[in-house]
């Protein structure tokens, strides 16, 4: 029983990490019909400019907001700069953002060195509750507390202010929503700019929970949220919250009990949904 | 552009490169030089399998590596489990064509329905499952660490060794060209200009797409053969990413859809790789050399998708023909102002 | 009577096609100017030209007297022009209101007066005000796609074939919508409906193979059977 709830426990944080990756990537797709191949590099970069500001300033906090903002400035430019001159073309968009993810990860060796970089909790959320029998760590609570916060916010966003509904509306008619007198480009921005920041707030909040932060991480968890994308259904936020805890379950679970098939059991079912059911498991659109 | 080919003053100075390539060894023996040579060949031959789905028919795979890797496992295997002779090299390259076939026939008839992101998303999935694979079934892969093996006799000379691939880059070129030239050929590029057009004139697009799959996969694990050949060594890290992004980078900045272009890719990825490595000790930003190759790729995709040698065509022949830039073949599907 | 609108040899291309050839036409304020032609001759891709949903690579468009041709579709919309899409263009998961929403520019007593004015007009909008609009019938979905343009204080409407698919008695219903509406603001309609855009329209201008061949009142349309024939097929 104890074993049950704590592989859930880990398996729902790591769930919230890959959430926050996949949230972005689902979003920008939905909306702009753009994979971005690069969305792990944004994950990482906000990984090691976050985990920088906290060794810095000593702040973990200051290090999470340092993070999100560094990664909503590189997700602006590479919107501007990258995806926008090759909009409407979907070979070049994958090219290309594959070469960002590229050059992203060498960028990183080149400022931080090629070595991995180690990242302690702090203080306030280091060690564990004990709850009967169960041991719960409290930074694994953290971890799913802020991804909760953040689906919460973003649904708020989605949900009930007008940009959300404009976001909404652009998912699925992006000449009505121009036609209507709204400048796409500005939407596109801000929802690049919104999930690089989830990308990068789910970077730094591994650091503590892994222990090291390396420039591959990106790659790694990049694979994770494509899955959960697919499975969750290419643009469907909440469909992207789902399956990113079915995923982090089942890795989790798997990794205990057949920890060699853990990552080729989750690509297998990406493959299967791919195949058999291109909508996703979740359903629709939203 | 394939008039530039046919043409025959080209053919020739390709003859007199290929010819100067093979007496080279002969005149002159830096044994340094011929085993990076002899990897420009593998990875050209590797590029040009590239070329063949991103060049030729439009399609972006990200799981490249998987036929790489399933060359240069089948060969070490076989080498490692029976014995380092000719017999059973020819028995593994043919169980490589083998399963190099079977495996880019099913993955592409499963996928190459899909639009291409999911395809690129797909492929890149598979190849990921052929490195857990590798990583795994340690009993016949040894794992992470890999495992060196022993190769026939016919192949351990460097210079014999340096001449096959040579050969091998010759030929396919040779047969690439063909292809390309054949009707078959024709109709892939069709598909790359504007599918559903293709679709509307009577080809099973499908079917055509597949085949320059499969064809594209044997070739890669050709080229994977003659690497894992070339080191005596095979680990999982050619199954990783890094081998599908050595081969779009060779692919992207030679030139998509002209398989000159992949060769000159590879030559100058591999020759930067050497003489760039060798630089970190002088400073050691040059370690991290492939960054300025990321740049210069994604500068290519913006600006010059047709790499150098389109360019280099393009500015020739510019204003005689009015040539189309393969990568930016699809369809403007968004008509964002 | 000034004119509001004004095309001059436009031409667009759609992909490698060459789609209109030559448009050429005067759209006077108050007045609602009825585009007319055999399907495919243009007419879409004509209010998708003027809207910058597809560039026009020649000609000039005049809205107000500036040139529009070459504008994002957003700052065109914003310079009072709305549009009703052939396809109606609803959001399908959004509800009516919400389909509502994304359009209204400014929420002040102005819209809301528009808005019920329009709703009183289009009751059974009111009545799945919550509904998602995927989930309306056909008709309901032209009053939506009316309502949306018409929401905002917009000086010219668009509005591509309201009648399309329609049953006749919706049909009426919609028209008459637009004679009520046409008091406020100045209307392109694309009708190929003759009897609701003979009722409906004060001008007309024929487009065959995308161009502008001929124009004229709509009374003169009215009495030339031949011409009606000709570029119609109908008498
Ligand atoms: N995306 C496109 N690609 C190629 N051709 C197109 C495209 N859109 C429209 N066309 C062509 O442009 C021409 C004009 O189309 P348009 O939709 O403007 O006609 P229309 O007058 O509105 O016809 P209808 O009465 O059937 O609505 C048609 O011949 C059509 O086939
Ligand atoms: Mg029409």
Not at chain 1, 8 to 22: E, H, Q, R
Not at chain 1, 92 to 114: A, D, Y
């Amino acid at each position: 029983m104890d074993v049950l709830i704590s592989l859930s426990l880990n398996g729902l944080a790591t769930g919230m990490l890959i959430f926050l990756l996949a949230a972005g990537l689902t979003l920008i797709f939905g909306l702009m019909d753009v994979l971005n191949f690069a969305h792990g590099g944004l994950f990482a970069w906000g990984a090691y400019s976050g985990i920088w500001i906290y060794t810095s300033t000593g702040s973990f906090l200051i290090g999470i907001i340092g993070a999100i903002i560094a990664g909503m400035i590189l997700g602006i430019v590479t919107e501007r700069w990258i995806i926008k001159p090759v909009y409407g073309n979907h070979v070049q968009q994958i090219l290309i953002t594959l070469g960002l993810m590229l050059v992203l990860s060498e960028m990183l060796k080149v400022v931080w060195g090629p070595n991995q970089i180690s990242a302690t909790t702090p203080d306030y959320l280091s060690g564990s509750w004990e709850v009967g029998n169960v041991i719960i760590i409290k930074y694994r609570a953290f971890i799913i507390a802020v991804g909760f916060t953040v689906f919460l916010l973003v649904q708020f966003l989605l949900k009930k202010t007008k940009i959300g509904l404009v976001v909404r509306a652009g998912v699925m008619n992006k000449e009505m929503v121009q036609s209507l007198g709204i400048n796409i480009q500005k939407v596109f921005m801000f929802v690049f700019m919104i999930g690089a920041g989830m990308a990068a707030l789910g970077g730094m909040l591994l650091g503590p929970y892994s222990g090291v932060i390396y420039a591959d991480m990106g790659m790694e968890f990049a694979i994770l949220a494509f899955i959960v994308v697919v499975i969750g259904g290419m643009g469907s936020f909440s469909g992207s919250v789902m399956a990113a805890i079915l995923v982090g379950l089942s890795g989790s679970f798997m990794a205990y009990y057949v920890p060699d098939l853990a990552l080729a059991a989750n690509m297998l079912l990406m493959a299967v949904v791919l195949i058999f059911r291109p909508q996703g498991l979740f359903g629709a659109k939203g | 552009m394939t008039k530039v080919f046919s043409n025959n003053r080209m053919n020739i100075f390709y003859m007199i490169v290929a010819l100067f390539l093979a007496v080279l060894p002969f005149v002159y023996d830096s044994r340094s030089t011929l085993i990076l040579l002899s990897q420009v060949f593998i990875f050209a031959v590797l590029a040009m399998s590239y070329d063949i789905l991103l060049g030729y028919t439009g399609i972006v795979s990200f799981g490249h590596a998987m036929f790489f890797g399933i060359g240069a496992y089948t060969v070490g295997v076989f080498m490692k489990r029976f014995e380092p002779e000719t017999s059973y090299f020819l028995l593994a390259v043919l169980v490589t064509i083998l399963l190099t076939a079977v495996v880019s026939y099913i993955v592409g008839l499963l996928t190459l329905r899909l639009k291409s992101h999911f395809y690129a998303m797909l492929t890149m999935a598979f190849a990921g499952l052929f490195l857990v694979l590798a990583e795994k079934w340690r009993t016949v892969t040894y794992g992470n660490d890999g495992f060196t093996f022993r190769v026939p006799e016919f192949l351990r000379d460097r210079t014999d060794f340096y001449l096959i691939c040579l050969a091998s880059m010759v030929i396919v070129f040779i047969l690439l060209k063909r292809f390309t030239n054949s009707p078959l050929g024709k109709v892939l590029q069709a598909i790359r200009e504007n599918e559903q057009r293709t679709e509307s004139l009577g080809y099973s697009v499908l079917q055509y797409k597949v085949i320059a799959s499969v064809v594209s996969g044997v070739l890669a694990g050709i080229a994977g053969i003659l690497y894992a050949v070339s080191l005596r060594f095979v680990n999982t890290s050619v199954f990783t990413m890094d081998i599908t992004l050595d081969a779009l980078l060779m692919t992207i900045i030679g030139g998509v859809g002209t398989l000159v272009g992949a060769i000159i890719g590879a030559g100058i990825i591999e020759f930067s790789h050497h003489w760039l490595t060798e630089l970190a000790k002088v400073h050691w930003i040059f370690e991290r050399w492939i960054i300025f190759f990321g740049i210069i790729y994604i500068l290519a995709v913006m600006f010059f998708p047709m790499g150098i040698v389109g360019s280099l065509q393009k500015l020739k022949f510019g204003r005689k023909k009015k040539t189309s830039a393969p990568v930016k073949s699809e369809a403007v599907s968004q008509g964002d102002s | 009577m000034s004119t509001l609108l004004k095309l001059d040899q436009v031409e667009t291309f759609i992909g490698q096609y060459h789609i209109l050839q030559g448009v050429s036409f005067e759209v006077p304020k108050g007045e609602v100017t009825v585009l007319l032609g055999r399907n495919g001759a243009g007419k879409t891709t004509t209010l998708r030209t003027i809207m910058g949903l597809n560039q026009a690579s020649k000609g000039s468009i005049q809205y107000k007297g500036g040139e529009i041709k070459g504008l994002a579709t957003y700052s065109i919309a914003n310079q009072g022009i709305g549009y009703v899409p052939e396809d109606q263009g609803i959001f399908a998961d959004l509800t009516v209101e919400e389909n509502i929403k994304v359009a209204v520019k400014k929420e002040n007593d102005e819209t809301r007066q528009r808005l019920d004015w329009i709703l009183n007009l289009f009751p059974d909008l009111k009545k799945f005000w919550k509904k998602p609009g995927g989930l309306l019938s056909g008709g309901q979905k032209q009053m939506l796609a009316i309502a949306r343009a018409y929401v905002n204080d917009n000086e010219l409407l668009l509005i591509d074939e309201p009648s399309k698919g329609l049953a006749p008695i919706v049909v009426e219903k919609v028209m008459e919508s637009i004679q009520q509406m046409k008091e406020k603001t100045t209307i392109i309609l694309v009708e190929q409906n003759f009897m609701m855009a003979s009722t409906i329209g004060d001008s007309f201008y024929i487009i065959d193979d995308g161009r502008t061949v001929s124009n004229g009142s709509m009374n003169i349309l009215r009495d030339d059977e031949e011409m009606r024939r000709k570029y119609l097929g109908i008498a």
